[in-house]
């Protein structure tokens, strides 16, 4: 009787424990089978967040309105090629670009007009200084700066000016007034006559103060004017004179053409593709720029061109975001590349 009843035991034992065996085996699959189907899930909705940045279509919680902005002379290619884009997918989305009541057009008056409720949003070839940051959060709100793309900064040069190129140091020593001709760096016997824009109407020159004077002022021998184009003509006219801008403004130019610039005398770096296009052959072949040198850092005048978003909680600050949005998706990038800048994507 003893033992049936062990018997009795082992067999229910026995039963009870494949029992679980099997009960586990089945959650474990179970569990296994819905764990493949939300890796799936996220592999299908990962793919489709790479989707939803690919064209301007996909851009999500487009505001409808119209919206003023401005600020950067240097966005102005970026404009022209991705304004009309954007309009045709959202129309209701309606852009326009503001002049400042007084004053130059430019990063400074932009961020200004921006501070003060003129604008949605405003476009920069300089980060925000500490100053800009402080007016905001006095104001109620605060500022976001939005990297979209990256510019190098060309040196233009008269045609017959027999230069290989210039260093950091001695550009800075040029705009500084501490060299004077160029035969200080093995060119002719001329006098050096640097141009440039005033350092409050714009980014650029904000930006070359700062990055390449280490916050000096122009020597005496630098003359002012008040647009790359005048300073490219007066540059085209003069053998001696010196310019700095924007390279696709520059680098394409007929009349004037673009030096190498380099950390070290040794290592220099043009802001065209090589080999340099003579300029009796423009404007059938212009040349191009050095997309690889600019992106690489090889070139060492480069900067971020940045979207400035207004954090207010409101319209504004969706209309800001939703445009460094659509420049973000492969398609705004594309145009980015189009209009001559270095795509940050």
């Not at 279509?57 to 009309?84: C, H, M």
């Not at 670009?97 to 920069?124: E, H, V």
């Amino acid at each position: 009787m003893s033992n049936n009843k062990e018997t009795t035991v082992l067999v229910l034992t026995l039963l009870i424990t494949l029992g679980l065996v099997g009960g586990g085996i089945w959650w474990f699959s179970r569990g296994f089978n819905l764990n493949s189907e939300q890796i799936s899930s996220n592999q299908a909705s990962s793919s489709q967040n790479t989707k939803a940045v690919e064209n301007f279509v996909k851009v999500q919680n487009v505001p409808a309105g119209l919206f003023s902005y401005g600020g950067s002379t240097t966005w102005a290619p970026i404009r022209k090629e991705v304004d009309p884009a954007i309009q045709i997918v959202w129309p209701n989305f309606r852009l326009r670009y503001t002049d400042p009541t007084s004053g130059a057009p430019g990063s400074g008056t932009g961020i200004k007009m921006l501070l003060n409720n003129q604008l949605a949003f405003s476009q920069s070839s300089r980060p925000l200084k500490d100053e800009e940051y402080q007016q905001a959060v006095q104001r109620g709100f605060t500022l976001k700066e939005i990297p979209v793309a990256i510019d190098g900064i060309a040196i233009a040069v008269h045609p017959d000016l027999k230069v290989p190129g210039l260093t950091i140091t001695q550009l800075k020593d040029i705009y500084t007034g501490k060299l004077t001709n160029w035969n200080q760096f093995g060119g002719s016997n001329l006098q050096i006559t640097p141009y440039s824009r005033r350092q409050e109407e714009g980014g650029t020159i904000e930006f070359f103060v700062e990055n390449i004077l280490g916050g000096e002022d122009f020597g005496r021998n630098v003359k002012f004017i008040s647009t790359t184009t005048e300073a490219l003509r007066k540059v085209a006219d003069n053998v001696g004179s010196i310019y700095y801008a924007s390279a696709p403004e520059v680098v394409p130019q007929c009349t004037v053409k673009t030096l190498p610039v380099g950390r070290q005398a040794e290592e220099l770096f043009p802001p065209y593709q090589e080999p340099f296009v003579p300029l009796s052959q423009c404007p059938n072949q212009r040349n191009q720029l050095n997309f690889e040198a600019f992106q690489s850092g090889e070139y060492p005048i480069t900067r971020r061109l940045l979207v400035i978003v207004k954090e207010n909680g409101q319209e504004d600050e969706q209309a800001g975001l939703t445009y460094a949005n659509l420049l973000l998706t492969n398609q705004g990038q594309e145009l980015i590349n189009q209009s001559g800048f270095v795509r940050i994507r």
